[in-house]
């Protein structure tokens, strides 16, 4: 009976490792993409968003000009990196114990096939966001509100981003969705599928939840730059702390007032 008690926790062990492990792979392999890709934008290289080489004045022009159909595609390719990057170390934690419960439960077989389909639906709802947003940041270059950087060049639309998201801080919704972002144990336990079909239902709806959590969040990236690297790693980091901070409710109220407050003093300037 130790045996078998001794055999399944070197497997959990193992499992956590090689699940732990791929997480801190991919994220560091989205962070390094990030970096590229801003050292080329600073250098004048918009050829991995489809612009070839050009000053930042020819890259302005371009803002007026159609996307081609190479640059949509590649601006939502840099989203959704951008979106693995930042979120995948906030949703570690539910894909380690959903491992862990996985195992537990077919001790027998190999569940990495679960895991990586849980992990796939998670990704995929931030795929379904990061089209929005590229629609978005698409619209917002059309009327000249952005600059090549992707920083807001208007203080009302910086101030309309950060309005919108304190008050998105203060509602039910918001703190519906976190409440299930926060609590793996809670979360597998009432929305537990079984199977394979099952396991990407669960990660789809994870996901529903971490977008429905955070996308108002991912608008303040269109403040501070969306390829301000600093900006997009403090973000993150908000996540990542409403998510594992003690009374994160009061902390994500906080946050919000704090929001509405910078935003009329925008407005004031």
């Known amino acids: 009976m130790n045996e078998g008690a001794g055999g399944l926790e070197q497997l959990l062990r193992r499992d956590g490792f090689i699940v732990g492990g791929s997480l801190l792979a991919m994220t560091m392999i989205s962070w390094l993409y990030l970096v590229l890709l801003t050292a080329r934008m600073v250098a004048g290289d918009m050829s991995l968003m489809g612009m070839g080489t050009m000053t930042m004045d020819a890259a302005m022009d371009m803002q007026h000009q159609p996307w081609s159909l190479a640059t949509f595609s590649l601006i939502l390719v840099m989203w959704w990196v951008m979106m693995i990057g930042m979120m995948v170390p906030s949703a570690a934690p539910m894909v380690l114990i959903f491992a862990r419960v996985q195992r537990k439960k077919l001790p027998d077989e190999n569940p990495g096939l679960r895991i990586a389909l849980f992990t796939?639906?998670?990704l995929l709802l931030w795929l379904a966001f990061s089209f929005v947003a590229t629609l978005l940041q698409w619209g917002l270059a059309s009327a000249v509100l952005l600059s090549p950087m992707m920083v807001a060049s208007s203080t009302d639309l910086g101030a309309a981003v950060f309005f919108t998201a304190g008050i998105y801080q203060l509602t039910p919704l918001k703190q519906a969705c976190l409440a299930n972002c926060r609590s793996?144990?809670?979360?597998l336990s009432s929305h537990w599928r079984q199977g394979d079909w099952g396991a990407f239902r669960m990660g789809l709806t994870h996901g529903a939840y971490c977008?429905?959590?955070?996308w108002f969040?991912?608008?303040l990236?269109?403040?501070g730059g969306v390829m301000n690297l600093l900006w997009i790693a403090a973000i993150a980091i908000?996540?990542?702390?409403e998510k594992i901070l003690p009374y994160a409710r009061w902390f994500s109220r906080a946050t919000g007032f704090g929001m509405l407050?910078?935003?009329?003093?925008?407005i004031a300037q």
């Open 261 to 266: 407050c910078f935003s009329v003093f925008l």
């Open 221 to 223: 990236l269109f403040f």
């Open 120 to 122: 796939l639906g998670y």
């Open 184 to 187: 793996p144990i809670s979360f």
């Open 211 to 214: 977008v429905g959590c955070c």
């Open 217 to 219: 969040l991912m608008g």
């Open 238 to 241: 908000f996540v990542l702390l």
